[in-house]
Nanobody, 120 residues
């Protein structure tokens, strides 16, 4: 079983920065893609950013130029640097990893979520 532990959320004023971290533990062969999602109250969950093992990145339009996703493969960790935060970035942020625990078995694991609150 693969466990994900997130950290780095909190309360920040508009224009401020936060850095989210998500680290994987357990037994697995590889992690193919790491993603950050967010869900604001009464809204659907949204894919914020993703990064593959090869380094290909995706960002949703609303965070382009403000958020940066990166990964440390040696530590099985993904980061989300969030700058120029806006009140509309307020949400619970969750990480999601997909990969393989063996050549014939895949995994899809989620973190517990961390609250990010941006005050105006």
């Amino acid at each position: 079983q693969v466990q994900l532990v997130e950290s780095g959320g909190g309360l920040v004023q508009a224009g401020g920065s936060l850095r989210l971290t998500c680290a994987a533990s357990g037994r697995f062969d590889s992690i193919s893609v790491m993603r950050w999602y967010r869900q604001a109250p009464e809204k659907e969950r949204e894919l914020v950013a993703s990064i593959t093992g090869g380094g290909s990145m995706y960002y949703t339009d609303s965070v382009k130029g403000r958020f940066t996703i990166s990964r440390d493969n040696a530590r099985n960790t993904v980061f989300l640097q969030m700058n120029s935060l806006k009140p509309e970035d307020t949400a619970v942020y969750s990480c999601n990893f997909q990969g393989r625990t063996s050549p014939w078995r895949q995994f899809d694991s989620w973190g517990q979520g961390t609250q990010v609150t941006v005050s105006s």
